[in-house]
Structure formats: structure tokens, C-alpha cells
């Protein structure tokens, strides 16, 4: 990859990209039985998979599965597979995670539904029902470069929880140069916000991905998240 050497005057646009992964079954909150039936669209990330988890609300996994998906897709890859699960109790709540990663092993896309496992009776499978995006981001604009120590970020968020909304910077080398979280009171009421993101010292150009994401509770992790690539520069 080539890297920027200076910094590059910012211009407004959309930086990010369609959304990665977009699940249309199964919908939220639906009721399921093993096995799940999954039907997705999704952008390969850098090793061509797509990884698919469900925990139960202790975090426990219990199941997962990963898919090798066209490396010649450049376009989102229409998905569809079947994950096979098995539960101690009648019924549990738990989170269907889809993700894919950067050729650093980075976080690159996820999005996650919440569920309800049942291993006795029929299951309720419902679609899940178009959103618009959750994330518009004005700057700063895939593969910029930037420098002075300080990141501005400007756009617009739709939160899909009460929990704030976390801004990071991750190096080439799985690094955390730094953080920031956006607090919201509102779901499902878009905000334009600006923040200031101050990152540790770098005395070389790096390739730096902006990740931008936020928690679901009661499973404490993350329910949705997107990403943007940039350089620092010193």
C-alpha cells in the first residue's frame, strides 16, 4: 500500500462506503430454533471471510462458524448459511454477530442482532427491516492524512443504544494511539456531532484505521461498528 506524505487538505463528502454487512434474516428479536438460517450481504474483508458468532448474555459462545467468501467480489456477496447451535435450558436470549477484519486483523465491519433461542418449540423468524445507515461521517475521508496530533471528526450518528458511541485509532501494528466516546441519550434519533480526537506521539507516517462503534447491552459488546482508513502523519 502506498504510503501519503504530507498532510492533505480536508474536503467534506461521505467517507463511508455502503455499509459492509447487512443482515436480512434473521430479523431482531426473533425467535429461532437450531439451525439458524442467515442471510446476509456482505463485503469480504482482506482474508476473504466473514465471522459469525452467538453468545448467550454471559458472553459464552455457542456457536461459531467462519465463511470464505469470492476474493474476487468486490461488491457485497450475498450470503446465506446455517449455524447449528445447542442450549443447556428451554430458552435463551443471546447476540448473532457477523464481522469481518483488515489485513492487520483489524476490525473492519459488525453488525450483531439480538435473539431468542429456543430449543423446544417452533421458532418466529422474522426479516429485519431496512435501515438507513447509522453513520455518515463528513471528515475525515478515507486514506487522508492527517497530522498534528489532533484527529477532527464531524458527521452524523443514529445510535442504536443509550451506551456512548466509541472513537478509536488503531495502528498497522494492533496499537491503540487513541480513544474517544461520544455520549447519547436518544436511540434511533440522528445527531450531528464534531469531537477531537488528541493520538499518542508517531514519528513516522502510519496506516491507522478509524474505528467507530457501540456496545448492546445486556451482552456488553459491541453491537455495531464501522471503520475508516487513514494515515497520521508526525
Known sequence: MMILIGCLPVKAGKALPPAEIVIHVPGSESKVTSPIDITASVTPGADDLIRISLIDQNR???????IRLDAEQLAASQLSTQ??????TERT???????TKDAYNRPLSLRAIPLELNSMDEGVVEA????DPWLFIETPQPLSTHCGGILTINGK????????VIFELITDTNGLIGSKQLVVSTVGEEVSFEI???YGFI???????LVIRQTIDPFSVDGI????PIFLAP
Open 60 to 66: 459464552i459462545l455457542l456457536a461459531r462458524k467462519l
Open 83 to 88: 449455524l447449528v447451535f445447542e442450549i443447556p
Open 93 to 99: 436470549e443471546a447476540l448473532l454477530t457477523l464481522a
Open 128 to 131: 429485519q427491516p431496512f435501515n
Open 157 to 164: 450518528i443514529t445510535p442504536i443504544t443509550t451506551k456512548p
Open 196 to 198: 477531537a480526537m488528541t
Open 203 to 209: 514519528n513516522t507516517t502510519r496506516d491507522v484505521r
Open 225 to 228: 461498528l464501522d471503520s475508516i
